[in-house]
């Protein structure tokens, strides 16, 4: 069976602009041909088993030619992948996507294109600017303002004029001062209200207010560059009061984001909701022990335990894999009574159909075991290296127990440079753990010896913090131990520091 192309539109940069169906085609994708404005946000959802191709494109500088562009869609396609072109925006949109489905054409492959929202939309959008209102105009335009080297801008100014509508110009920031001195000659007035955006929908994002006639002087004042957009037009005076974007708490704040590539997306989305500048970097992997006989062997003789307890969703996971290598389902507890450390593990469960019977107030190994209502034996199922505080809390109470590893947790082995060079040099300002291992993870990561003076740590909790402190950072902890709490914290801090 031969391969298939789909063009996916991955939108301006905010991640949460790419489309579902963008979103599928991407996790079925076996290869991926990106372009430079593909946001790192969206690169990461990308398969780990998917091959990437960069093809990075930008003004007068092409990585790779695109008669070659073309050639490797083909090839990868002939050779049976399904794969996935990537690009920034919408590839219809000055995207030269058609261009790329030619080849493909000519030889009988196939293909789709799935739609981008395109910057001319989405920019605007966040910068406060609505492209159309019935009380400013009546109709939006879209023009390249790409030149060929060495060649005059092909735009008829007159016509654009006569219609009154706004203006968007894409990939215009060289050819800005030509673009505006097009729009005086043809009759425009130099006081009408007119914006550059720059990094629309991302956390860098940066407007440029002015009129026509002083938009390439305060522009250059601001040193506005690539990728940005030039918006003319009545509407444009509204992008003060109607700006959102610059006004979230998180705005442009730096922050790491260490938790386990699996599960870092629920609290990378929150801090992104509020603006923030997210930047993932698993330090740590749940790896299951797989074959378990000691989970097994327990599981098989579950009537012995009046409790099956779990301290983290990745325990769940190992235990829902082992009932399905059993042939069993949740009816197989049927009289056990299930404890939860906290509301994701609860969660975990309640994706399998089960709930929680206790969850502590305070979720941490300590209180589980102390406020355990347990009278008979109790199952742990949890990590090969857990906190030594449950299993203390219970022998205190007289509760017998077995305590099962049935996963390990791996450190990042490699130590990254570039992110103890981005820590010392104070571009990190916040990092996110949420369990000790990532404390771990990431002072594994950076090294021995790294400098975490201009670093706060944002802990989920005591326990978090706790182990922060012992390798010198600074913490402070969320007043719960749920990520809701920890996206509060870093809100909380980061307008303390504004402040």
Not at 16 to 41: F, I, M, N, Q, W
Not at 53 to 74: M, S, T, W, Y
Not at 385 to 394: F, K, N, R, W
Not at 447 to 464: H, K, N, W, Y
């Amino acid at each position: 069976m031969g391969g298939k192309v789909t063009l996916v539109g991955a939108g301006p940069g905010d991640p949460g602009l790419l489309t579902l169906k963008g979103r599928e085609a991407l996790a079925a994708a076996d290869v991926v041909v990106y372009d430079r404005l593909v946001s790192p946000a969206v690169l990461a959802m990308i398969p780990e088993g998917a091959r990437t191709i960069d093809v990075g494109k930008e003004a007068a500088h092409h990585k790779v030619p695109q008669e070659r562009i073309n050639q490797i869609l083909l090839e990868e396609a002939q050779a049976g992948h399904n794969v996935v072109r990537l690009k920034g925006g919408d590839p219809f949109v000055f995207g030269r996507g058609g261009e790329e489905l030619e080849l493909l054409a000519e030889n009988g492959v196939a293909f789709e294109e799935v739609p981008g929202i395109t910057s001319a939309i989405a920019a605007t959008a966040y910068a406060g600017i609505p492209v159309t209102h019935r009380d400013y105009c009546s109709s939006v335009h879209i023009i390249t303002g790409h030149q060929r080297a060495g060649k005059p801008l092909t735009i008829d100014f007159e016509a654009l004029v006569r219609t009154k509508g706004t203006l968007v110009f894409l990939m215009g920031v060289s050819a800005m001062p030509a673009i505006v001195e097009g729009l005086l000659a043809a009759g425009m007035d130099g006081a009408t209200p007119a914006a550059m955006v720059e990094s629309g929908t991302t956390p860098a994002q940066r407007r440029c207010d002015a009129t026509l006639a002083t938009l390439p002087e305060r522009a250059a004042e601001m040193g506005i560059h690539s990728p940005a957009i030039i918006v003319v037009g009545r509407v444009c005076a509204l992008a003060e009061s109607f700006c959102w974007f610059d006004k979230l708490p998180l705005k442009g704040v730096p922050i790491l984001v260490t938790r386990p590539r699996d599960r870092s997306g629920t609290l990378a989305d929150k801090l992104r909701a509020l603006g923030a500048d997210v930047t993932e970097y698993p330090c740590i992997e749940t790896v299951p022990i797989s074959p378990c006989p000691a989970m097994e062997g327990a599981l098989a003789d579950i009537g012995r335990y009046e409790w099956l307890v779990f301290t983290s969703p990745a325990g769940v996971s190992a235990f829902r894999a082992a009932l399905s290598r059993m042939g069993k389902d949740g009816r197989y507890l049927a009289g056990v009574k299930l404890g939860a450390i906290g509301s994701g593990t609860a969660r975990a469960l309640r994706e399998m159909g089960l709930a929680a019977d206790y969850v502590p107030e305070v979720y941490d190994a300590a209180h589980l075991g102390q406020g355990l209502p347990a009278v008979g034996r109790v199952l742990i199922l949890r990590a090969e290296i857990g906190s030594p505080a449950l299993t203390e809390a219970l022998r205190r109470r007289n509760i017998s127990y077995d305590d099962v590893s049935v996963y390990r947790t791996v450190y990042r082995s490699e130590h990254s440079q570039s992110l103890r060079e981005a820590l010392e040099a104070g571009a990190l300002p916040y990092a996110t753990f949420t369990s000790a291992s990532t404390v771990k993870g990431f002072v594994s990561t950076v090294g021995e010896g790294a400098d975490f003076s201009r670093m706060v740590g944002l802990c989920i909790g005591e326990q978090t913090a706790a182990e922060a402190r012992k390798h010198g950072i600074a913490v402070k902890a969320a007043a719960r131990a749920t990520i809701g709490a920890l996206v509060d914290l870093a809100a909380e801090t980061a307008a303390q520091r504004t402040n």
